[in-house]
Structures are given as structure tokens and as C-alpha cells.
């Protein structure tokens, strides 16, 4: 059979059945997204309005936090100068101490705020946060275990300055390493060493806080006399003389209280040593035992009442002033007994 005869013979397709299956489909998918339409439109807007309130509420807290922080040092600067001020932390360390304050803050409300943002975001996308969870819990357990140092130094840097235990310009003590604090950190704290070595301190290796610049400091003043002298004009000479300190300036600001003589400490055969102790600054200590040793030394000098040192070991029997310091080993030295218990070098006899 010819070709052409079966061509003829073969049957045509229907356009019609074509067309009408198209329209089927599109029929189909336009009630699929009729009846979806709601539920995706719902869910749109609650993400949309989930993120429109965690941006907007992040900002708010961010902006509360950092005017308070401002607010803060305002009132520090406000005070700094007046005679109140000295007895404050100083603009810098409150400056920094805010300043971290409001950097942990700001985190915490971001890292609260963004976080439960995003999981409300996977909810709404009938996500199942159970895995993701229990995924995050296990990450975070081994990150606590391999950073452990890192996260004891912060958590350690984040209670000490929320509890004020040290600021910049305190002299501390920290077990490790003692000096001035020249920088809080939330990981390391900076100090200045007595020799000007900057020691770099993490905060979780201080297991002791020794501050030296907070509530008041003590200074101590030990003056060494002959037993011969009269207690009570010593008495009376010390006690002029540290009234007279008392009235002048800085030491009235320096001094919180009347300097008291505590009495005699010891009595030796060759000098009676007097104590004297007076309520000061704090970090003040060192610089008003040295005037008040200044202004003692006068004044026992005008008196005509002559302080003594400690005996030394040996006093040269030439010194004319070695019976002055210590009249017992110059005794001694110069006893018929030591002279005769000194052997004599023979003589240089030249040939």
C-alpha cells in the first residue's frame, strides 16, 4: 500500500482534547493557589512583621542603653573636679567601665533579640526547631569545652566590672602581677609595674583582688630617738608639727583624720622608736608618710632632739660620728678589751 494511503487512512488528532486539558491544568493550579493564597499572604506578613519589631525593638533597647551609658558619664564629669570628685573614680575609669557596661549590654539585647527573631521567622515557616535545637546545644557545649579559658576570662571580666572590684588609675594587687591599672578589658586587664612593665593579666587567673585605692589607705611613720629624750616633748613636737601639716594644702584634703601617735613600739638600750599613723586618701599613703617624715625630722631638729638609726654591723673606729649613730658598738670597739684583743700588723721593715 502506497504512503499517501496511509496518511489517508491513519486518524487525525482532535485539537479540541488538547485545549481542553490545558484549561484543565491551568483550572487546577489557579484553585491551588486560590486556596494557598491566604496561608502564604499570612505567613509573608508575619515574617514581615516579625523582623519590622525585632529591628525597631533592637534599635530602642540599643538607644535606651547608650543614652544611660551618657547619662552616666555626664554625672561622672559633673562631679570631677570638686572636692566630692576626689573621693570618686576618676573620669576615666568611669568612662571605660560604662563603656564595657554598655558594650556586654547591647550584645546581650541584640544576640536576645535577633535570635528569637529568627526562630519565630522558622517557625512561621512550619520548620521543625526540635533538630536545629538540640544541633545548637551540641555545638555549644563543644565550643564551652575547647574555649573554656576564653569564656572564664569573659564571664570573669563581665563580674568584675559590674562589681567595680578595680578601675583605671587603682593600684592593685592581683596574686599574678601587682601595679596601676592602666586598662579594664572584658578578656585582659592592663597593669603598669613598679619598673613601668605593662603586665597583661587575664581576668581568669586572678583569684584575688588586692585594691589599694579604694575606701581609705594608712600611712605609717616609725621615728627612732635616744631613751634619754622626754616622751612628752616628743609628744608635744610631733603633734605640732602634724597640726601644722593638717592646716596646709593638699595635705587637709589628703588627710581624713587627725594624726595620732600610737606610742612607743620599742625600747632598745640605744633608741626608743615612737609610732605614728594618720587616716589619708586613698593611693595617698606613700606621699604623706614621706612629708609627714619631712616635717617631723624638722621639727625634732629645731627641738634639739636628735634621732638615732639602727645599729649597724660594724662602725669604722675613725668615724667621729660612728658614737653618735651607735654609742654601744663604738663602746665596744673601743673597750681595752678589743683593743687588746686586736692583733698589730708587724712593720713594713724596707731592706
Known sequence: MPLSALLAAAPSPEPGGSLDEAAKQAGNAA??????????????????LIAAVAVVLRHAVRRALTKFIERMNRSAQAVE????????????????????????????????????????????FQINLAPLLASAGVAGVALGFGARNLVTDFLSGVFMILEDQYGVGDTIDAGVASGEVVEVG????????????????????????????????????????????????????????AQAMAKEDPWAERLWGPVEILGLDTVLLDSMTVRVSAKTMPGQAVGVERELRWRIKTALDEAGISMVAGVPDEAPADDP????????????????QSLAATPIPPPNVSK
Open 31 to 48: 484553585g491551588w493557589v486560590e486556596e494557598n493564597w491566604s496561608t502564604w499572604l499570612n505567613t509573608s506578613l508575619r515574617i514581615v
Open 321 to 336: 660620728t660612728a658614737g653618735m649613730a651607735a654609742p654601744s658598738a663604738y663602746a665596744s670597739a673601743t673597750s681595752p
Open 186 to 241: 572584658l578578656r585582659v586587664t592592663k597593669l603598669r609595674g613598679e619598673n613601668g612593665a605593662i603586665w597583661y593579666v587575664r581576668n581568669g587567673e586572678v583569684k584575688r583582688i588586692g585594691n589599694l585605692s579604694q575606701g581609705w589607705s594608712t600611712a605609717g611613720v616609725d621615728v627612732q630617738v635616744r631613751p634619754t629624750e622626754d616622751l612628752e616633748r616628743i609628744r608635744t613636737v610631733i603633734t605640732e608639727a
Open 81 to 124: 573636679g570638686t572636692a566630692l570628685g576626689g573621693l570618686l573614680v576618676n573620669a576615666e575609669r568611669r568612662r571605660q567601665r560604662s563603656e564595657a557596661i554598655g558594650s556586654v549590654l547591647r550584645s546581650v539585647s541584640s544576640f536576645l533579640i535577633l535570635g528569637t527573631a529568627a526562630l519565630m521567622i522558622l517557625g512561621a
